[in-house]
């Protein structure tokens, strides 16, 4: 596996580091310290999934890049908030194929 093909196990690792020690200076951290940090989590869901349509509306290619980037970030952090890893998402796409 490459680099860039470990990105997304090394960014879930990174989320888990933050839940578990909470760095006060960590945008990731305080959403796991925040009692609305789930919600926060949902609301950036959708302000990025409509940023996102808008982008690919655009035909903006570097804004499709950014907004998708966005969004993986959050779902792996909604994944991480509920006890689930890449491992679930995985078996899910792996059974739909």
């Keep these: ?3 860039d093909e470990a990105i997304l196990d090394e960014l879930f690792a990174v ?11 960590s945008y990731t951290a305080s959403l796991f310290a925040h009692e609305k940090g ?3 989590v949902l609301e950036k869901l959708g302000e990025e999934s409509t940023e996102l349509i808008l982008a690919a509306k655009d035909d903006d ?9 966005d969004i993986v970030y959050h779902l792996l952090v909604l994944l ?12 899910e796409l792996r059974e739909r194929r």
Excluded at 15 to 25: G, Q, S, V, W
Excluded at 61 to 69: P, Q
Aim: glycine share 0%; net charge negative.
């Design 80 to 91: 991480s908030m509920n006890d689930m890893d890449l491992t679930d998402l995985r078996a």
């Design 38 to 40: 789930e919600n926060a």
């Design 15 to 25: 989320i888990e580091d933050r839940k578990e020690t909470l760095p006060e200076d």
């Design 61 to 69: 290619h570097e804004e499709i890049a950014h907004e998708s980037a």
């Design 1 to 3: 596996m490459t680099d």
